[in-house]
């Protein structure tokens, strides 16, 4: 059974940075893809950086060069770094695997990132 902890999330003012971390447990992780996603109040949770297992990475057009995702197979971790954030970032950031639908039974409990001044 896959298990997914995110944890970094908090209150940032804008211009702020902060890094989220994923653990991931029940799955081949060094061979797995893996994903950010968000999910703001009213609307449907969106994908925000895949990371591929050889570390190749790609990235929402709403956070390129703002955003880095990053992995550590030796901790099953996968990482955002997230500089220049703005109020419009703010969401509950998860991770989970690519193309993971809101009828995705494994998803965590997500971080919350909240963006003002």
């Known amino acids: 059974q896959v298990h997914l902890v995110e944890s970094g999330g908090g209150l940032v003012q804008p211009g702020g940075s902060l890094r989220l971390s994923c653990v991931a447990s029940?799955?081949?992780?060094?061979?797995?893809?893996m994903c950010w996603y968000r999910q703001s109040p009213g609307n449907q949770r969106e994908l925000v950086a895949t990371?591929?297992?050889?570390?190749?990475?790609t990235y929402s057009h709403f956070v390129q060069a703002r955003f880095t995702i990053s992995r550590d197979n030796t901790k099953n971790t996968v990482y955002l770094q997230m500089n220049n954030l703005q109020p419009e970032d703010t969401a509950v950031y998860y991770c989970?695997?690519?193309?993971?639908?809101?009828?995705?039974?494994?998803w965590g409990q997500g971080t919350q990132v909240t963006v003002s001044s």
């Open positions: 989970g695997p690519p193309g993971a639908t809101e009828i995705w039974p494994y």
């Open positions: 029940g799955v081949i992780f060094r061979f797995s893809p």
């Open positions: 990371i591929e297992y050889d570390g190749g990475a």
